[in-house]
């Protein structure tokens, strides 16, 4: 998956576990950029009572790079509290939630956003609420309403939502994880069995979101609203990180039991471009990964130079990929693309170079304009305003990234190097539906309600 | 890594929240200091924001204090030894 339960240790804290991140152009209000962080993995709609929350002892954090040093020099950071208004009940709800303020709602989050820069913080915004998760017909009645009213605009200028939308992203799980498996091309696998269609297993299961939409004035370095995408200043590094405290402390004590936090935040999770941490990064090395920042990702360098799919795919599907067999050089390709950007004069009209220091951030030009015609297939599909140009929550990043991995890419740093034909089959082969996505903000669809969704 | 006696140690942990929870890595091979503590039963809940102790290298005489939003690791030996000490004598079923 993207990044759903990508590493040992976060797959055991799925609060805290950030699945997608995406930053594009809004396409509805182009003065602005949106970013979305997204946490725990395959919400199965009818899991109540408890239903799904954030973590009141996480700390999720959004951060900025815009002078190209891999650090970031703005951060959002949201804190969420939970409040429950009658504890003598078993229940969500006591009745049906038709407002956010409403008496029969029982478990409710709030939250604060402040906005980092240097040394300075601010409060942007406080016991801002979150929407309940949608339940069903008689609890949830009308949960476009509630979703709405929990889209809040804030004096600085920023508009936030934090709360249950539908997962955006989509993959043949169960096919890609059973040894590399791609259903509609098994037949070339090397355990064969008959092609069949893909299955996207994350089309019923919701998610938990932060979603972000900022004036690009805020975020470039001087403040401007760049229009020339060959101009350095026009891209954003952006990722997303999760971090605990460095102590908890269970106690079953006199007043029951309670856990108590202190010391210094340590980052757990983190997510920049999709599938890093999943696919490059090694067993013994991706909890390593989480804890880091991008500044620091000269260390995993090799794993993008040498990539373990590109070696397992000529196994896997023998014959199928001779060329990218024979291919023993460093993929220059994949570094650039994930991890410096790409310069001017590889792609006509496009770069989203930040400099040399190899770092996973998605890297978004904010001087290209969303597209009138999307491609799900990003830039390499011909649309300029996708993946890797930051990532919208429509883009195809597994398709991009298997053809990438596969050799697809290759010859933007060696003309001379023709990709297999295979290149052209390896796709995630999946459509997602219509309202898995909407054109406003949060851009996320409405999520799943457990009555009309039982059984993911 | 600064260098601290005990009795500065316990003043500025205590002075943090007004209580300390002491945490202690496992035990020392080697005999500790005097043995001073006395088990009891906690008087009270986990204070929000507790400060901890814990030994981090008990050959070395390094315990690291957590409190509010900081770290920080000293070195007191007479200190490591009595959390050591007071750890091996805690073995067995809980």
């Known amino acids: 998956m993207s990044s759903h339960r990508e590493a040992p240790g976060i797959s055991t804290d799925p609060v805290a576990d950030n699945t997608d991140t995406y930053a594009f152009v809004s396409p509805d209000d182009p003065s602005t950029v949106t970013i979305i962080t997204n946490y725990v993995p395959l919400e199965g709609p009818p899991g109540g009572p408890n239903f799904f929350e954030f973590g009141d002892d996480v700390l999720y954090s959004i951060y900025i790079d815009n002078d190209g040093d891999a650090k970031p020099e703005i951060a959002y950071q949201f804190r969420f509290q939970t409040s429950v208004r009658n504890p003598n009940t078993f229940l969500y709800n006591t009745g049906p939630i038709t407002a956010l303020g409403d008496p029969n709602w029982n478990k409710r989050q709030h939250y604060t956003v402040q906005r980092v820069m240097g040394q300075e913080s601010r409060v942007l915004g406080s016991k801002l609420a979150c929407p309940p998760c949608n339940i069903g017909p008689r609890s949830t009645p009308n949960y476009n309403a509630l979703a709405d009213a929990a889209v809040h605009q804030l004096p600085s200028g920023e508009t936030v939502f934090a709360g249950q939308r539908n997962d955006g992203f989509f993959v043949d799980l169960g096919a890609i994880f059973d040894l590399g498996d791609i259903r509609p091309i098994q037949h070339l696998h090397l355990i064969p069995t008959p092609d069949a269609p893909s299955v996207d297993p994350l089309k019923t299961l919701n998610v938990h979101t932060i979603a972000l939409k900022v004036p690009i004035s805020k975020l470039t370095k001087d403040g401007s609203v760049p229009t020339d995408p060959s101009a350095l200043k026009a891209v954003l590094g952006i990722w997303g990180a999760a971090s605990r405290r460095k102590v908890e402390i269970r106690d079953a004590g006199k007043n029951g039991y309670a856990t108590k936090e202190s010391g210094p935040w340590v980052q757990v999770s983190r997510l920049g471009n999709p599938l890093f941490n999943e696919v490059l990064i090694p067993l013994g090395e991706k909890d390593r990964w989480n804890s880091r920042n991008p500044f620091g990702d000269a260390a995993f360098l090799s794993h993008v130079k040498q990539p373990e799919l590109a070696k397992l795919l000529p196994v896997l599907y023998p014959g199928a990929f001779p060329n990218l067999q024979a291919l023993t050089a460093d993929r220059a390709d994949l570094v650039a693309i994930l991890m410096t950007g790409l310069p001017s004069g590889i792609v006509p009209g496009f770069q989203n170079f930040t400099g040399k220091t190899p770092a996973d951030m998605l890297r978004l030009n904010v001087a290209i304009p969303p597209a009138k015609s999307p491609n799900a297939l990003g830039v390499i599909g011909g649309d300029l305003a996708g993946f890797p140009n930051g990532r919208r929550v429509f883009d195809d990043v597994v398709s991009i990234e298997l053809k990438a991995v596969a050799g697809a890419t290759y010859p933007l740093v060696d003309s001379s190097y023709t990709p297999d034909a295979a290149v052209g089959a390896v796709s995630s082969y999946l459509t997602p539906a219509a309202d898995r996505y909407q054109s406003t903000f949060p851009y996320l669809g409405v999520p799943h309600d457990g009555f009309d969704t039982p059984s993911s | ?94």
């Not at chain 2, 080697?30 to 400060?51: C, F, H, L, N």
Request: glycine letters at 8%.
């Open chain 2, 1 to 94: 890594m600064e260098r601290m006696n005990r009795r500065s140690f316990v003043k500025v942990a205590g002075a943090a929240t007004g209580a300390a929870a002491l945490v202690a890595a496992p035990p020392l091979a080697r005999a500790a200091a005097g043995d001073e503590a006395k088990a009891i039963q906690p008087s009270t809940d986990v204070p929000d924001e507790p400060v901890v102790a814990y030994v981090r290298d008990a050959e070395r005489g390094e315990v690291t204090v957590v409190a509010g939003a900081t770290e920080r690791t000293y070195r007191d030996r007479e200190l490591a030894q009595r959390l050591s000490k007071a750890g091996s004598r805690q073995r067995g079923v809980s």
